[in-house]
């Protein structure tokens, strides 16, 4: 896609930290990181997000955030490591382009913003019905 900055990259027009390529996918540092070791994984097939993109596609990111998670755990021993997906502006989906972060929490490094909610039980009457709102969508 002409104005798309990851297809850019994809192409070689704009340079990058690769840390990973197969023919599927590409995965590079984020130049703007939560932490250290903060990665994003993409398709080279331009998908702007998880309804665009091609099952394929997803499966070979999937699969490649394994290896990159792996190397994550060789290289800092984090803490643990988060995976985050956005889709759409409404979540601050930036550049409109599928992208899997991986954003490791160094050990005693801050707690990242992102899984730092705090767990309050729901109405489950109102849960229950959103989940069979879900389920009869899928079904049909
Ligand atoms: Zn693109």
Partial sequence: ?????????????????????????????????????????IPKAHAENIWEIS?????????????????????????GVAVLQLNGRGVNQVVMHYH??????????????MTAWELIPGDMDAIKLTGEKIAAAMAS
Avoid at 55 to 78: Q, R, Y
């Fill in 100 to 113: 899997l972060h991986l954003i490791p929490r160094v050990s005693e490094g801050p707690e990242l913003k």
């Fill in 55 to 79: 099952g394929e596609d997803l499966t070979a990111i999937h699969l490649a955030s394994k290896k990159v998670a792996d190397a994550i755990n060789d290289v800092f021993n984090p803490a």
């Fill in 1 to 41: 896609m002409e104005d798309c900055i990851f297809c850019k990259i994809i192409k070689g027009d704009i340079p990058c930290f690769k840390v990973y390529e197969d023919h599927r996918v590409l995965a590079f540092a984020d130049v703007n990181p939560i932490s250290d070791g903060h990665t994003l994984i």
